[in-house]
């Protein structure tokens, strides 16, 4: 089947990924990408995720709803892999309404994706106090609780809101489950009535933007139409690559967007892979360039504050450090990535110069990929190779020739350690702060 452009629909399809420790700028290129799509795809995630749009200098910052939800023209998809929480995408939707952009009528929610409730939110909260020292450092949005209710077969799946009075009975024959769970976690029970009076109003809205999204994009890869499908956070951060237990509760690579869109691997198109120019990381786990201590944290407060690393989901400050090449190199070879999209290079303008991590050094050896064991990656010391910095701003350059030579140089010792061609350079957060090729 092929567009009217003569292309096959699967080459025009894109795939974007972050391939840090999230944050890496996905929902700008997102953004960026949705007015040449006709369908933007959540796969994965939750309203853990946090996208940052910047169009005219007014900034949107999205949880659930896709990123190309600004795009009039895209219709927006929240795929089977999605955890929903409706009080959550409810709030979403009237935030954007109120400033003129309602997108219901061009949005579906999966059947098939599960409801994330508030006894997941108070489950997520009760772990990390039983976990002490040791907590992943969630964003509090019960994301591991509802993806295990899933994995366990116990979940609420979107679908179910069609019959609401056997909804609600599920409900709370699950929320007197959940009470039990809590207890022995010495955790204070949710009020079970409470708790269904206070999502029914919201499951009722969600209710009518159900649909079997599955069959809706096997009937529009069949026309032809063009896909943009949206990670959410970052190939170190997944649940099996990533450092565990210090990730999310989702495959956040190229599996879990056919996993979570019900969509083949041959419709997924190219693979562009979004990465920062340093490193942030959010919530606790191993994190080996991280500029902290005596020694370097004045240095990671400086790419804070310059960068505004600061969560937009949580506000909680990013941990920050150079970029570490060794964690991109394994998302890229994870993934099959195509191009890169880089963030930020505007945020390294004044540094004289800028150390990039192009291997680790572990126990005497040199390695260059991730270990598996958490207890491994804490020892790792980042090996640096050093860059020269530059001093003029990016702000103005549109183009790959115009900028300092010290950011080209950058930028293509980057290409030339990833073997992956850097198709974007984000000069600024605005849609148009940008240098494509
Ligand atoms: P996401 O979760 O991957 O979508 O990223 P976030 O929205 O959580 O964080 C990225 C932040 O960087 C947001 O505040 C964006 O507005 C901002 N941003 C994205 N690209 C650029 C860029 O090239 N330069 C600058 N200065 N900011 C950017
Ligand atoms: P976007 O899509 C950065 C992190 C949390 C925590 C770990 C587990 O905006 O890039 P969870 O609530 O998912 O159980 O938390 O994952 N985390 C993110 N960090 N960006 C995100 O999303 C994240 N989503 C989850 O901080 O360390
Ligand atoms: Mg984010």
Redesign the pocket.
């Known amino acids: 089947m092929s567009s009217n452009t003569g292309h096959p629909a699967s080459t025009l399809n894109k795939v974007v990924l972050?391939l840090q420790w999230?944050?890496?700028?996905?929902?700008?290129v997102i953004d960026l990408l949705a007015g040449q799509t006709d369908m933007v795809v959540r796969c994965q995630g939750g309203a853990n995720?946090?996208?940052?749009v910047?169009v005219g200098g007014k900034k949107t910052v999205l949880h659930l709803l896709p990123s190309g939800v600004l795009h009039s023209g895209a219709r927006c998809i929240i795929g089977n892999g999605v955890v929903v929480d409706p009080l959550a995408l409810c709030a979403e939707i009237d935030e954007l309404a109120l400033h003129g952009s309602d997108p219901t009528s061009r949005l579906a929610v999966s059947d098939r994706a599960h409801l994330v409730l508030p006894c997941h939110k108070a489950l997520d909260a009760a772990n990390e106090t039983r976990k002490g020292d040791a907590k992943v450092g969630t964003t509090l949005r019960g994301i591991g609780p509802a993806y295990a209710d899933k994995v366990a077969r116990t979940g609420i799946r979107c679908g179910e809101l069609r019959d609401l009075p056997a909804f609600t009975s599920h409900l709370r024959s699950h929320l007197i489950g959940v009470n039990g769970l809590l207890a022995a976690l010495g955790a204070p029970a949710v009020d079970v009535e409470g708790a269904i009076d206070q999502v029914l109003p919201a499951c009722r809205r969600v209710a009518g933007l159900v649909a079997d999204t599955a069959s809706e994009l096997h009937q529009a890869a069949a026309a032809g139409k063009r896909f943009l499908f949206e990670g959410a956070q970052g190939v170190l951060l997944d649940i099996d690559y990533g450092t565990y237990p210090f990730v999310t509760s989702s495959n956040t690579g190229v599996g879990g967007v056919i996993c979570g869109s019900g969509l083949s691997h041959k419709q997924l198109g190219e693979v562009i892979g979004?990465v920062k120019a340093y490193s942030t990381r959010v919530g606790a786990g191993p994190f080996p360039v991280e500029l902290t201590g005596a020694a370097h944290g004045a240095k990671g407060d400086d790419i804070r504050r310059r960068?505004?690393e600061f969560g937009?989901t949580t506000g909680r400050p990013r941990r920050c450090g150079w970029l570490d090449l060794v964690a991109v190199r394994f998302a890229c070879r994870l993934n099959g990535v195509d191009s890169i999209a880089l963030?930020?290079?505007?945020?390294l303008t004044g540094e004289p110069e800028l150390p990039v991590c192009v291997a680790y050094e572990l126990d005497g050896a040199r390695i260059d990929t991730i270990p598996s064991r958490i207890e491994d990656l804490a020892r790792a010391k980042p090996v640096y190779e050093m860059l020269p910095g530059w001093s003029s701003p990016l702000g103005a350059c549109r183009t790959r020739e115009s900028l300092p030579t010290g950011a080209r140089t950058y930028v293509e010792f980057l290409e030339r350690q990833l073997s992956v061609p850097i198709r974007w350079i984000?000069?600024?957060?605005g849609r148009e702060?940008i240098i494509e090729r």
Request: charged letters at 25%; zero cysteines.
């Open positions: 972050g999230g944050d890496e700028g996905k929902g700008k995720a946090g996208h940052t910047v979004v960068g505004a937009a963030t930020k290079l505007d945020i984000g000069t600024g957060p702060e």
